[in-house]
T-cell receptor, first 115, second 113 residues
Framework: ETGVTQSPTHLIKTRGQQVTLRCSSQ?????VSWYQQALGQGPQFIFQ???????GRGNFPPRFSGLQFPNYSSELNVNALELDDSALYLC??????????????FGPGTRLTVL | AQTVTQSQPEMSVQEAETVTLSCTYD???????LFWYKQPPSRQMILVIR??????QNATENRFSVNFQKAAKSFSLKISDSQLGDAAMYFC??????????FGKGNQVVVIP
């Protein structure tokens, strides 16, 4: 069973550029959530995708957008990068079933630096 | 919005000793889930232990146990017989069951040989 993978591992961009981060969910999982973890902070929920549809969003501006593909992998896109977007971006996958909580499995993250 | 608060940014513990990490949370919900996650330098979040709010019995996982006080909205983690591999950031997290986690700021645990 393959775990959650993310690419790239590290990325350096300049202010104003656009970036795409990728996440491959664990085999059999249909839900992907993205989190932003600034240095010295806990992760903050960005949004979640379930069966290719956005299924909830945290307090992030529209320049943060995402996609989920038929194989349940996902992308996080950030436009017009700002210095404060520098952070570790974590992806987590789970198998959503009715009722209860479904354990999320995290990837190793992508470290984004905006100069 | 739910908030999760962790104080004591860094905790030191001697190897084989016990350390307790504190967490409080704020919610108006009656059904929810609480978690402790470990984040080692490799950055990958690992679930340590989980507690369902409707369960009165405190969860335990080997050397890890929690003290869940629902009325006080308190959820502490006890690590017994600390090992060098326990050194990491520990995050307390909350979820209403919608698979969206709200995390605290974390506690750095340092294990002294």
């Amino acid at each position: 069973e393959t775990g959650v993978t993310q690419s790239p591992t590290h990325l350096i961009k300049t202010r104003g550029q656009q970036v795409t981060l990728r996440c491959s969910s664990q085999s059999g999982h249909n839900t992907v959530s993205w989190y932003q973890q600034a240095l010295g902070q806990g992760p903050q929920f960005i949004f979640q995708y379930y069966r290719e549809e956005e299924n909830g969003r945290g307090n992030f501006p529209p320049r943060f957008s995402g996609l989920q593909f038929p194989n349940y992998s996902s992308e996080l896109n950030v436009n017009a990068l700002e210095l404060d977007d520098s952070a570790l971006y974590l992806c987590a996958s789970s198998l959503a079933i009715s009722g209860g909580y479904n354990e999320q499995f995290f990837g190793p993250g992508t470290r984004l630096t905006v100069l | 919005a739910q908030t999760v608060t962790q104080s004591q940014p860094e905790m030191s513990v001697q190897e084989a000793e016990t350390v307790t990490l504190s967490c409080t949370y704020d919610t108006s919900e009656s059904d929810y889930y609480l978690f402790w996650y470990k984040q080692p330098p490799s950055r990958q979040m690992i679930l340590v232990i989980r507690q369902e709010a409707y369960k009165q019995q405190n969860a335990t996982e080997n050397r890890f146990s929690v003290n869940f006080q629902k009325a006080a909205k308190s959820f502490s983690l006890k690590i017994s017989d600390s090992q060098l591999g326990d050194a990491a950031m520990y995050f307390c997290a909350y979820s209403r069951g919608n698979n969206r986690l709200a995390f605290g700021k974390g506690n750095q645990v340092v294990v002294i040989p």
